[in-house]
């Protein structure tokens, strides 16, 4: 189904994502807006950008990043559930997205949880209330 979904163009993006496959179905979010709604989403860079391209004027990019990919490393080996090869992969791909960060209008340095879920909701709701989000880097 996820194959027919792909072939009929009704997604706006899809990734296999380390084994597991994930998409965004373009009724739903044409759907959504046009309830009036604000849809939120947790995608990678390229689903970010394929929203943004999809949808230019109703989208609010955020990228959430580690203060050093060191410190993220840290975070993924204190998890202790993934393989030393997993960690080198998701690190990786974490420099990947990282070199796209400027294509988004914010970025939110996660040094504190917390403070990173409080500025993102700050800025979401800002941007619900209609006021203009300001670009820039934020550290939380």
Same mark, same amino acid.
């Given at each position: #189904?996820?194959?027919?979904?792909?072939?009929?163009? /009704?997604?706006?993006?899809?990734?296999?994502?380390?084994?597991?496959?994930?998409?965004?179905?373009?009724?739903? =979010?044409?759907?959504?807006?046009?309830?009036?709604?604000?849809?939120?989403?947790?995608? &990678?860079?390229?689903?970010?950008?394929?929203?943004?391209?999809?949808?230019?004027?109703?989208?609010?990019?955020?990228?959430?990043?580690?203060?050093?990919?060191?410190?993220?490393?840290?975070?993924?080996?204190?998890?202790? !559930?993934? !393989? &030393?090869?997993?960690?080198?992969?998701?690190?990786?791909?974490?420099?990947?997205?990282?070199?796209?960060?400027?294509?988004?209008?914010?970025?939110? =340095?996660? /040094? /504190?949880?917390?403070?990173?879920? &409080?500025?993102? #909701?700050?800025?979401?709701? #800002?941007?619900?209330?209609?006021?203009? !989000?300001?670009?820039?880097?934020? #550290?939380?």
């Amino acid at each position: #189904e996820f194959r027919a979904a792909i072939s009929r163009g /009704d997604l706006i993006e899809y990734e296999e994502i380390f084994g597991n496959y994930y998409g965004t179905m373009r009724s739903q =979010v044409r759907a959504g807006i046009e309830r009036g709604d604000f849809v939120i989403f947790d995608v &990678d860079v390229k689903g970010a950008l394929s929203l943004r391209s999809a949808f230019p004027d109703d989208t609010l990019l955020i990228f959430v990043a580690p203060p050093s990919m060191d410190v993220l490393e840290r975070r993924l080996r204190d998890r202790h !559930t993934e !393989t &030393d090869a997993q960690i080198a992969q998701r690190l990786a791909r974490a420099e990947m997205e990282m070199a796209h960060r400027e294509a988004f209008d914010v970025v939110l =340095v996660n /040094d /504190d949880l917390q403070r990173t879920l &409080d500025a993102a #909701e700050r800025i979401v709701r #800002e941007a619900m209330m209609g006021s203009p !989000t300001q670009p820039g880097l934020f #550290e939380a």
